[in-house]
Every structure is written in structure tokens, then in C-alpha cells.
């Protein structure tokens, strides 16, 4: 496993980063990334440090430690195991940074498993979980075609969207574009595949592989840094969450890029393409790892939230105290599911378990709705005080402003202006500034369209019988009368003086 050192050097290997039209030449110095590859280089330090490693390691298939969760479970204690792995790193970021390494070991991990499905690619899916577990990578994935024209087909729009352009004997040449690469560029590989199911047509388009971040013609087209503009608007003392948690999003461009063979997991099959995200455990073990993650950040937010009001002095009022029991709720709530997806897990090939999909489905469906709300929450209830602070930490370096500041923004209980302003700061930066607008829109997006985040539970109670034991529950309460009354001898019929027995 990668130490935080080996990391960030690892990320000095002549990748393409474009940010502000022009080309990155180092991604852990720049002002627009340093600190968010800092914040993944602690994730690897942890899994070495004396304290932490017990958490977050175990041994891995192959001779080596590995994290918990880059290894494929064989039982609910494995599952739970993982699943505080997962939450230990995630309290590294406070829960805002989501992409972190352990989330696409949500695939990683089931390649072992499930690597019969990959047919003609069987070795390949082994060697990438041998790999995972060894060296545990940072991966990124791009499985969404952009936002072109998707009333089209994929071989309408062939000049964008990824497809194989070119097969040899060693590999195969692709081009086109993906979305979204969260962190891709502090990552080592992106991931490809497509998330919406591919039509009958041209099957170039119907790809599944692994590319590392430095290959020839792979660029990465950053969104804007949320990092760099906390580092020049102002201090830590003013974004303390955004100036170091920014998981940088960005387009990924293949211009004629060549993948080996053996980074492939399948090649010009519809049937595969389509099945990998359904059929080999990703989706369990991503909303596993998703709905650990969005705890923690509501643990942190349950906290934020106390401290807020406490400071106000408005943490005894009634309404506010029912706010703050719902939010409370709220992250019992996933923090239940989390675990219930472990203790009642399914059965995967080979002996292995995976996550229960069905209360992941639960999980994607009402986090999405969760998060404005907790984000509505600290508006009503902190209110005013979140647009009255001083612009910047430089007001109370002002010896004649200072004065002032202590007077007039100091809290209940005796908290100085300086304690307040800077808690005050952390709310803002969690959900008002364009870090916490980015966040926002990333947990309402996270599982993908809300249509389909809703139809998967309707479509996972269809397969598993689900949906005919609701229906049969609701026959057999219709069975119990019909026009001449009860059908049964435990009720009285209206003409009856007593019970059949």
C-alpha cells in the first residue's frame, strides 16, 4: 500500500491537467489541488499509522495488508468491518470528500468475485483485484456520456462519446469524452463504462476498461477550483472546509488513447456493458460505501449544528431544538441502513457476501432529499448570523477595526467574536459558498437521475419477490371476506350470536 510520500509522488508522472487554459505541471504544488492531494495522502499515511491501522487494514489474499474494503467479504463481521474502514477515512474529511480510493474499491473489490462475468476478460478482472488489494490505487470513474444530445443514440453522436476506433494486436485505440471525473486528477486510473444501457447498434461504444491518469492523450479538463479561490479571497480562517476538500471535477478527453488488453474487462459486448453495474455486486458495494460516507458528514453536521446554536444562544429554544432532533433522525437513519445493508447481507459467487441492495436503495433514494434539507435547516435556524460576518480574517488583524469585532460579534455563553466568526465561517463554507453549493448539488446528484433512483427500488422489489409478497399480503387480506361476509370462523357475521369453533 502507497504511504501519503509515495502518493503524492506517484501524481508527478506527466499527466495532462488543464485548469484556467493552461496546463498543470505539477498537481500536489499548485495552489488549485495541494491541499486536497494532502487530504488523500493522510488517507494513505492512516492505513500505516499505529493508531489507525487495526481499523482501516487487514490481511489481504495475497501476503500483504490491505484496506478492508479492497477485499472482497465473506461475512457480515467482514461487512462491518469494512464499513468502519470506510467511516475512519471518511472522518478524515469530515464526509466531503466522497471519491475517495475506498469508493471505487466498491468495484475493485468485486472483481474477484465476480470475475467469471466478465467473459473472454476473466484473468484481467482478477489481475485488477490482485492489484487493488496490493497496492490499494486512488481510481476515479467516468461512466456518463456529456451532456450533448442524449435524445440521440450513442452511434449518432460518435465524434463525442467514447468508443473503440482502432483494434491491434496488443490493444485497442479509443477517442471520445466522459463525465464526471471527480478527483481525476489526484488519481492514478480512470475507470470507463456507461452508466445509462447501451441500444443494438454500433457495439464500439460497448467498452469497459482501465486507463492510468498519464497515458498519451488522456487530458483532464478541470471545473473551476473551489481551493484556489479560497486560497486568494481569503485564509483558513475563511474556508476551512474548501481549502482543503475540494474534490476537483472534471471531462475527461481520450484523443486516440491506447488500452493494452490487459486493461480491458470487455470489448464490443453489448450484453456485458450493460450487466456490470446490476449483476456483479458495484451498485451494492458503491451505495455501501456512499451511505457510510453521507453519515459521517450528518454526524459532523449534528455537531456544526449544536455549536451554531449554542453560540446564538437559541439551542433552548423549542423549534430550534425539533430542528435539530430532525437532523438528528436523519443520520440515525443512514447510519441504520448502513448497517442493516451489512448484518443481512446476499450471497455472491464463490462464498463471498455483498452489501443488501435493497436498504441501498433506500440509501440513494432519500439522501438526495435529506441534504437541501439539513442545508434549509442551518438557513432557518442560524439565519442572519451567516450573512453578517466580517469579509475575512484580515478584520481582526486590523488593531482599529478589532474592538469592534469583539464587541459586536461575540455569542452566548461567553464565546468571543473570534470563536463564533470562525464557526460561523465553517457553516458558510459547508453549504453557502461555491464549495458548499458544489456539495449540495453532489449528494442531489450522487446515485444519478431521480427518476431512476426511484424505479431501482420498484425494479430490485420486481426481482428479488419482494413485490409479489407485498401483493400476496394484501390478497390474503382480501381473502378474508368476500359478499357474504367472513370467509373465516374467527370473526363474527353480522347474524351470528357466537363463534364457529
Known sequence: MYTGKEYLESLKDGREVYLNGEKVEDVTTHPAYRNAAKSVSLLYDALHAPDKKDILTTDSDYGTKTHKFFKAARNSKEL??????????????????????????????????????????????????KKGQIEVPFCNHTIVNPQLDRSEPLEKNKDVFVRAVEERDDGIIVSGAKMVGTS???????FVANFAPLMPGDDSHALIFFVPMNAQGLKVISRQSYEEIAVKAGSPFDY?????FDENDAVIVLDNVFIPWEDVLTYKNIEITNGFRPQTGWLNRYTFQGCTRFAVKLDF????????????????FRGVQAAIGEVIAWRNMFWSISTAMATDPEEAPG??????????????TFAPMVWPKVKEVFEQVVAGGLIQLPSSSKDFLNPELRPYLDQYYKGSGGISAEE?????????????????GRNELYEINYAGNQDAIRLDNLKIAESNGQMNLFKQFVDDALSDYDLNGWTSNTWFNPEQQELKV
Open 420 to 436: 463564533r466568526v470562525k464557526l460561523l465561517k465553517m457553516v458558510w463554507d459547508a453549504i453557502g459558498t461555491e464549495f458548499g
Open 240 to 244: 476551512p472546509l474548501s481549502s482543503r
Open 184 to 190: 481525476a486528477a489526484l488519481t492514478h486510473y480512470n
Open 80 to 129: 462491518l468491518e469494512a464499513r468502519d474502514a470506510m467511516a475512519e477515512w471518511s472522518k478524515l474529511s469530515y464526509g466531503f470528500m466522497g471519491r475517495t480510493p475506498d469508493y471505487k474499491a466498491a468495484f475493485l473489490g468485486s472483481l474477484g468475485p465476480f470475475a467469471d462475468f466478465y467473459e473472454g476478460f476473466e484473468d484481467n478482472a482478477r489481475r485488477w483485484y
Open 351 to 364: 462464498g463471498y457476501v455483498l452489501p443488501n441492495k435493497t436498504y441501498a436503495t433506500a440509501y440513494r
Open 301 to 316: 453536521m449534528v455537531g456544526l449544528l449544536m455549536k451554531a446554536t449554542e453560540s446564538a444562544g437559541s439551542n433552548n
